[in-house]
Nanobody, 125 residues
């Protein structure tokens, strides 16, 4: 089973950019659809983006489309989330999730079986 570790979260001003990383242990990274979710204080965890294992298909939540880009480097076992034009509403703990190997991509948190601890992103106005 893979293990995930996020990094890159910090305090940033509105309009700024951040790149989050998710380092994945193990030899099966390329077999997993990977996703980013976020959870703001007092709210449920919500889907941000996924990138599929087989063809690299990407899908985004409407709230981040055009501002965020998900990518993966299978040689480095790392998932990324480039976040531009950040807004205070983007403030949340961001977590990466891995699907079961070769599982169908999805936008529900139950589509992912392994999670990292999360990294805090705070956007000031």
């Amino acid at each position: 089973q893979v293990q995930l570790a996020e990094s890159g979260g910090r305090l940033v001003q509105a309009g700024g950019s951040l790149r989050l990383s998710c380092a994945v242990s193990g030899r099966t990274f390329s077999m997993h659809t990977m996703a980013w979710f976020r959870q703001a204080p007092g709210k449920e965890r919500e889907f941000v983006a996924f990138i599929s294992a087989n063809d690299g298909e990407q899908y985004y939540a409407d709230s981040v489309k055009g501002r965020f880009t998900i990518s993966r480097d299978n040689a480095k076992n790392t998932l990324y989330l480039q976040m531009n034009s950040l807004e205070p509403e983007d403030t949340a703990i961001y977590s990466c999730g891995a699907s079961a190997p070769f599982a169908r991509a999805g936008t529900r948190d139950r589509d992912y079986v392994t999670w990292g601890q999360g990294t805090q992103v705070t956007v000031s106005s």
